[in-house]
């Protein structure tokens, strides 16, 4: 309001409030990117097991998959792939060469050579089985106590393994089966006693790698028992390793199994051990060859089948 001259009161015009001044977008920022979880250096590492990744890009690997079962069906159902009786000799069959009637063909008694063959799983794949356990369980317990015990423990068993490596596995099974006996049952002992040491070798090395991780230490400080660091941290990431060897384990007792029954100190005759097999059949290769060469094969197969998969086994578990 101001007083005119006549003083008369004009009212002023009312003043605009001043316009505030643009103010610029802000730029769009991009959304904030954070890294990968990374673990912590105190976390157990994760190991796996050998998970098998797919089967379809690897056909040599299925085709050692399907082996290795085919010969364990084998082992625990032989009557779902013959119906022959392996024992029966027939005189009207003798020394008939491989054929749709008798797949692997006969020997010198008219028996057929398939129906033995697959009837002779069930006697060397138990006693591999039995072998392979024995090395396992044995070798594993010796290398974790040697590993994680140390001091005056490590250094005998360690010595007595050196020992068990140094005698040739086959020579070293001999001479066990010819102080306990002949028979399979010895045989299976003797091949998993020669195979200990590889398996307690493997486990050591592992629990020497596991107990210098942080996380053990970490335990050690606040208290907690030696046995339950072993048994809780310890051994569950020190095995991959030494199951990734059990494949390897199964073909090599197959080949020192059937390697002893073809010498002669496994299963008597008639009885249709592999080795027995292919002993049976090498005076009759200029003959009737299939007698000692289709069961020979069979075992080749099984044997380069397991390789295989303790090969894969290998590289995705991760022997170190």
């Known amino acids: 309001m101001t007083i005119d001259s006549d003083r008369t009161l004009v009212a002023e015009p009312p003043v605009a409030d001043p316009v505030p001044a643009a103010v610029p977008e802000l730029a769009a920022t991009p959304p904030l990117l954070l890294p990968p979880p990374v673990d912590s250096p105190d976390a157990p590492p994760r190991r796996r097991f050998g998970a098998l990744p797919?089967?379809?890009?690897?056909?040599?690997?299925?085709?050692?998959?399907?082996?290795?079962?085919?010969?364990?069906?084998?082992?625990?159902?032989?009557?779902?792939?013959?119906?022959?009786?392996?024992?029966?000799?027939?005189?009207?069959?003798?020394?008939?060469?491989?054929?749709?009637?008798?797949?692997?063909?006969?020997?010198?008694?008219?028996?057929?050579?398939?129906?033995?063959?697959?009837?002779?799983?069930?006697?060397?794949?138990?006693?591999?089985?039995?072998?392979?356990?024995?090395?396992?369980?044995?070798?594993?317990?010796?290398?974790?106590?040697?590993?994680?015990?140390?001091g005056a423990v490590e250094l005998v068993i360690m010595r007595v393994v050196d020992v068990l490596l140094s005698v040739p596995g086959l020579l070293l099974t001999m001479v066990v089966v010819?102080?306990?006996?002949?028979?399979?049952?010895?045989?299976?002992?003797?091949?998993?006693?020669?195979?200990?040491a590889n398996f307690a070798r493997v486990m050591r090395a592992e629990v020497l790698r596991v107990v210098q991780a942080d996380y053990i230490e970490a335990a050690a400080s606040i208290g907690t028992p030696r046995l339950t660091i072993l048994t809780h941290h310890v051994l569950p990431n020190s095995l991959s390793s030494v199951v990734s060897l059990v494949p390897l384990q199964f073909g090599a007792s197959i080949l020192a199994i059937a390697a002893l029954g073809f010498l002669g100190f496994g299963a008597p005759?008639?009885?249709?051990?592999?080795?027995?097999?292919?002993?049976?059949?090498?005076?009759?290769?200029?003959?009737?060859?299939?007698?000692?060469?289709?069961?020979?094969?069979?075992?080749?197969?099984?044997?380069?089948?397991?390789?295989?998969?303790?090969?894969?086994?290998?590289?995705?578990g991760g022997i170190r």
């Open 54 to 150: 797919s089967l379809v890009s690897r056909p040599g690997l299925v085709l050692a998959v399907l082996v290795v079962t085919l010969a364990v069906a084998w082992c625990f159902v032989p009557g779902l792939f013959t119906w022959k009786d392996p024992y029966l000799p027939d005189s009207t069959a003798i020394l008939v060469g491989p054929s749709a009637e008798h797949l692997f063909g006969t020997d010198r008694l008219g028996r057929d050579i398939y129906s033995r063959t697959v009837h002779g799983a069930v006697i060397t794949l138990s006693a591999t089985l039995l072998a392979v356990a024995i090395a396992f369980v044995i070798g594993t317990a010796l290398g974790a106590i040697a590993g994680f015990v140390g």
């Open 178 to 196: 010819s102080a306990l006996g002949y028979g399979t049952i010895n045989v299976a002992i003797a091949v998993g006693v020669s195979a200990v």
């Open 269 to 316: 005759p008639p009885e249709p051990e592999w080795g027995l097999l292919v002993s049976e059949g090498r005076d009759l290769l200029a003959v009737a060859p299939w007698i000692a060469l289709l069961p020979g094969f069979v075992i080749l197969a099984v044997v380069l089948s397991s390789n295989r998969i303790s090969r894969e086994l290998q590289r995705d």
